[in-house]
């Protein structure tokens, strides 16, 4: 390989990011997504490159299946797995899973057929194209749902059956190739091996992920205040989960990368400095922006050169438009079929007919169909064809689906500012007005600034005011507003109270972390469950499902051997995070109690919702003592009394040192002496958690 042939290769893949880049400025500008206008970008440049014999070399950066597979994918899967809320989650995991496995599977059956009937393509071909091209991918969608506020279960329904119908699609691709590969007929013999074999896969790659994750974020845990070797690891979990399990192991790729990032993510959650968890987030996001980068702006240049750059025959022209059609009713079929029949099931929180069709448009295609049909064989039989259809329906779902998705959540009103949240941002306006005009007559008082300077701030502010009141004002004598609105807002500001009293709780040590990320979920969940006019209720707060798991786990193990001390321990240490969330709710009740009367008055029956408020929360809290007199029959109190105690006092030098630290009372190296003395008192609290009363305040 020469040099002028390297470094003109290394200059065009720094074209790329620079066109995308800049693409990026420019579509967040105009407001457009930035995916979609990658490959618009993408048809536009290659379109360029034809007629450039200066940048020819560009035109050899192509898409390719291991490109796809071993390089994009890994960082798009391990990004999305150790951002995404794993407690939200497990909580829809009924629908994201019907959604991607069984849902994936209807919609192949669905397109194979209909595909064999109106297309060329016979029987397996066909279901060959309906496996691949049945992965949604909603990167476009995802980035829509965070600009506008979508609802956070919405955002989570979309991102999860994504994530998990990525290895079905695979997995199935994988099935359905080999079978045609073998020249096996569908016979009940076939079919249940196909099913052993899928399980097999799909199940097998999450186990290895969970097992390449545990081990390496036991690697990643060693290397505290070393954040670059931490993000070097995290890299290597992503890629050697995902290349083991493909490559070597032949189970899903996907399923195991996705693995090993929730296993980080909620392992990292835990244990994981605050610097280590932040600099993993900000580099994962770097990284998933170059990869969406690269595989939207390079789709658009394959687009060009496969689909839009050949003449093709008015049939295939038809066949294509069939195609579209197919798919669309497949995913319709899915969607508005599976989601009503989980209603049956127990524990199942309905999903609104809006959120169904959200899910059922904003299913687009992108990288896993793309990937996949470019793994065919040149002398694969229809692979042209495959590779146009695949082509037609991926442009149909991001120009037309992906662009008409705003519009569409527009009118069910989910990403909509509600009158509700309308008074939330003019009642914050007003407090935020009420600071700046607080500092102007404070600079007055100091003569920092001439009178002119200060007198035309003060105008300014007090208009801004005046208008903003006027506008709360309005919005309050609206009819909608003297109805339920006024409550939804009582109760959003009660529950923004309790979160702070939660919120005061962590930051004093109080509660442990896995705590306080339940209690938040909920939080978010209550707050989202408003805006759909649904108001919180008495059921206790869930535990964190690691603690449901260990004390599960720990019962059944007293069941075997009741004396043995070992279980004994750890069924107290299952039981303290249950404690814990106890006492914080006790504590939120008392917090809330003197504070909820000072909720701005914003209609005559304001008292009455408040009082409701109250004793929702009175009552609550009586159901939490309750239940806490009943886990101190089994835990040693005192002990798990002495660690919540422990660990709070560690927190407070924590703080002590950093403050001093901050403000260069102490130098970096004994600050540095003082932090690692404060890591040995948490590791002695991981070591020998609950049972603490004994331990030495000196390390």
């Known amino acids: 390989m020469s040099t002028e042939y390297f470094v003109s290769h290394i200059l065009a893949l720094f074209i790329l990011l620079l066109l995308a880049a800049v ?79 069984p849902g994936l599977i209807i919609s192949t059956l669905i397109v194979g057929i209909l595909m064999c009937k109106f297309t060329p393509l016979h029987l397996g071909v066909a279901m ?12 476009a969608v995802i980035a829509l749902f965070n600009e506008i506020g979508a609802p956070k279960r919405l955002t989570m329904l979309v991102d999860g059956e994504s994530l998990f119908n990525d290895a079905t699609a695979i997995v199935a691709f994988n ?46 845990n060693v290397a505290k205040n070393e954040p670059l070797i931490q993000i070097a690891l995290s890299v290597v979990t992503a890629y050697a989960s995902f290349i083991i399990a493909d490559h070597y192991l032949k189970v899903s790729g996907v399923m195991s990368t996705l693995g090993a990032g929730i296993i980080v993510s909620w392992y990292g959650s835990t244990h994981f400095t605050c610097d280590a968890r932040k600099y993993l987030e900000e580099y994962w996001m770097y990284a998933a922006f170059i990869a969406n980068s690269f595989i939207f702006l390079m789709l658009g240049m394959t687009e060009w050169e496969l689909l839009i750059k050949k003449g093709h025959s008015q049939n295939l022209i038809y066949y294509i438009i069939y195609a579209i059609i197919i798919v669309t ?13 989980l209603r049956f099931f127990p524990k199942y929180e309905k999903i609104s007919f809006g959120y169904q069709t959200v899910i059922f448009w904003g299913g687009l295609r992108g990288a896993v ?27 149909f779902t991001l120009f037309v689906q992906g662009t008409t998705t705003k519009p569409l959540i527009n009118l ?47 105008k300014n502010y007090k208009e801004a005011n005046e208008k903003t009141k006027n506008e709360l004002l309005k919005l309050q004598n609206d009819p909608e507003c003297k109805s339920n609105t006024t409550r939804k807002i009582i109760w959003h500001q009660a529950i923004s109270m309790e979160l702070c009293a939660y919120q005061l709780l962590f930051d004093k040590g109080l509660i442990s972390e896995s705590v306080i990320r339940e209690l938040k979920l909920n939080i978010e969940l209550e707050r989202d469950r408003l805006k759909q006019d649904i108001f919180p209720d008495l059921k206790v707060t869930a535990m964190p499902l690691e603690v449901k798991m260990k004390n599960k786990l ?39 109690k003197p504070t909820i009367e000072k909720i701005p008055q914003l ?81 002695k609290i991981a070591r020998r958690d609950p049972n603490l009363s004994h331990l030495d305040l000196k390390v």
């Not at 691949?132 to 909603?138: C, K, Q, R, Y």
């Not at 793994?375 to 329906?393: H, K, M, N």
């Open 329 to 341: 009713f497949a995913r319709l079929i899915v969607v508005y079929g599976i989601i009503p029949l």
């Open 128 to 139: 060959l194209f309906g496996a691949l091209i049945s992965a949604t991918d909603p990167v």
């Open 603 to 683: 209609s005559g029956n304001q008292k009455e919702i408040v009082e409701e408020c109250r004793l929702f929360y009175k009552k609550r809290a009586e159901i939490a003592i309750i239940q806490k007199k009943k886990l101190e029959k089994y835990i040693a109190i005192h002990n798990l009394q002495y660690q919540v105690l422990y660990r709070a006092t560690i927190n407070a030098e924590l703080a002590s040192i950093e403050e001093m630290s901050a403000n260069s009372g102490i130098p970096d190296s004994v600050a540095n002496i003082l932090k690692s003395d404060i890591d040995n008192k948490i590791k």
């Open 23 to 101: 693409s990026a400025i420019i579509f967040k500008r105009l407001k457009f997504p930035y995916t979609i206008g990658l490959v618009i970008i993408g048809i536009a440049f290659s379109a360029l490159l034809d007629g450039c014999q200066t940048l020819t070399h560009l035109e050899d950066i192509q898409l390719s299946h291991d490109i796809i597979l071993y390089i994009i994918l890994p960082t798009l899967i391990f990004d999305a797995a150790i951002n995404i809320d794993s407690r939200l989650l497990v909580k829809n995991l009924l629908p994201v899973s019907a959604l991607a496995i």
């Open 412 to 458: 069910f009103h989910l990403g909509k500012i509600t009158l509700f949240e309308k008074i939330m941002y003019l009642q914050a306006k007003l407090k935020a007005i009420s600071k700046g005009r607080e500092l102007v007559k404070d600079l007055k008082e100091q003569g920092y600034l001439s009178k002119i300077t200060i007198n035309d701030m003060g």
């Open 554 to 592: 720990a019962n059944l193990l007293r069941l075997v051997m009741p004396k043995n001390k070992f279980i004994n321990l750890l069924r107290q240490k299952s039981l303290s995070p249950k404690y814990e969330m106890t006492l914080a709710i006790v504590y939120a009740n008392n917090h809330i």
């Open 175 to 220: 099935i359905v190739m080999a079978m045609i590969l073998a020249g096996t007929s569908m016979s009940f013999i076939t079919l249940s091996n196909a099913a052993f074999n899928f399980i097999f896969v799909f199940v097998g790659g999450l186990v290895v992920g969970f097992i390449i994750g545990f081990i390496l974020t036991r690697l990643i």
């Open 369 to 395: 169909p793309m990937a996949l049909v470019l793994s065919l064989s040149p002398a694969f039989e229809s692979r042209q064809l495959i590779v146009e259809f695949t082509l037609g329906v991926i442009l």
